[in-house]
């Protein structure tokens, strides 16, 4: 059954619509933000967004070549561009590989992790391969990213998309990410971009209202914590672990990284990208975190008009 929504109507109603298919989310929605402007955006269309791949083709050129459908530069990365369509079949860069169509703020872990030429990287969960690609486009192709998933199902994809994006150092694995944890100090960066309960995305498509449940929260922060856990062991001394989702859940967000810095070493930094953002929780429901925790970077849909989105940069002293 087809979820809908009309982003249009009263704000009232909007909230009305949430609380009819799922009552739950509704009631924690109101707890994690209880502003007319977040039920708005939380229905309001996704805009649609790009990332040009350097290791097909040079920003200015296929910015030229796109002009008459880019409508706005993508503040925190400099190859993202945000654009009026939805139909990127027709679109022959999109087919080359010289685009990758991306929501904006998930351009942002890459960024973050900012990984140089040469290094070994761990993408933990990996599919369908946005971030992956991303990253060896920031490592120009040198050095190697060990591409992981979990999922029989979303290795193909991530095979495909790596070779239609000409990524010539991936290596693709499918194991439980928490597999990697015995292979301690062996990278020199991390992603978890964790499987998540997807409350950031439910204006991306709003089945997502119906779908999400509380109780699979508490089993995904579970893993989530794992997830992290493993990639702190993986990765060398001085490196970067980068854990991010898209969910807005403190559970899921907060409280995992938390549960790092109680026990382990970790230290975590303060993302300084021009992005606006929403003070992360130091308390929620009842749970404190923390005050490094402040240093995450939450994004809510109506801060800069992308989908919800958390992000934590961690290092290993």
Not at 24 to 30: Q, S
Not at 59 to 77: F, M, N, Q
Not at 211 to 234: E, H, I, N, T, V
Not at 261 to 284: C, G, M, Q
């Amino acid at each position: 059954m087809k979820v809908w929504i009309d982003p249009e109507a009263d704000i009232e109603e909007i909230k009305e619509q949430i609380k009819a298919i799922n009552r739950e989310l509704y009631e924690r929605m109101i707890k994690i933000d209880p502003s007319d402007a977040f039920f708005r955006y939380m229905v309001k269309p996704l805009r649609n967004s790009i990332r040009v791949n350097t290791l097909k083709g040079k920003i200015d050129l296929v910015r030229g070549s796109l002009e008459e459908i880019i409508i706005g530069e993508v503040p925190w990365c400099r190859e993202g561009f945000f654009v009026n369509t939805d139909d990127f079949g027709k679109i022959p860069e999109h087919q080359l590989g010289i685009i990758f169509s991306q929501e904006a703020s998930s351009m942002i872990p890459p960024v973050v992790m900012a990984p140089e030429p040469g290094m070994t990287v761990l993408d933990i969960a990996a599919a369908p391969g946005a971030k992956t690609t991303q990253i060896a486009q920031y490592m120009e192709n040198e050095g190697c990213i060990v591409a992981n998933d979990v999922k029989h199902s979303r290795i193909n994809i991530l095979i495909s998309n790596l070779q239609k994006c000409g990524v010539l150092i991936a290596r693709v694995t499918e194991k439980d990410g928490r597999f990697f944890g015995r292979f301690r100090e062996r990278f020199d960066a991390v992603l978890v971009d964790a499987p998540c309960s997807n409350m950031g995305m439910i204006r991306k498509n709003y089945k997502n209202i119906r779908l999400w449940r509380l109780r699979d929260c508490y089993g995904l922060s579970k893993l989530q914590k794992s997830l992290l856990m493993s990639a702190y062991s993986a990765v060398k001394r001085g490196g970067v672990v980068v854990y991010s989702t898209c969910t807005l859940e403190p559970m899921e967000n907060e409280e995992v990284v938390d549960y790092l810095l109680r026990n382990t070493d970790a230290e975590i930094e303060r993302i300084d990208l021009p992005v606006k953002r929403t003070k992360a929780f130091l308390e929620f429901d009842g749970r404190e975190y923390v005050e490094e925790v402040s240093k995450c970077l939450r994004i809510h849909p109506q801060d800069n008009d992308t989908e919800g989105f958390f992000v934590a940069k961690l290092r290993k002293p």
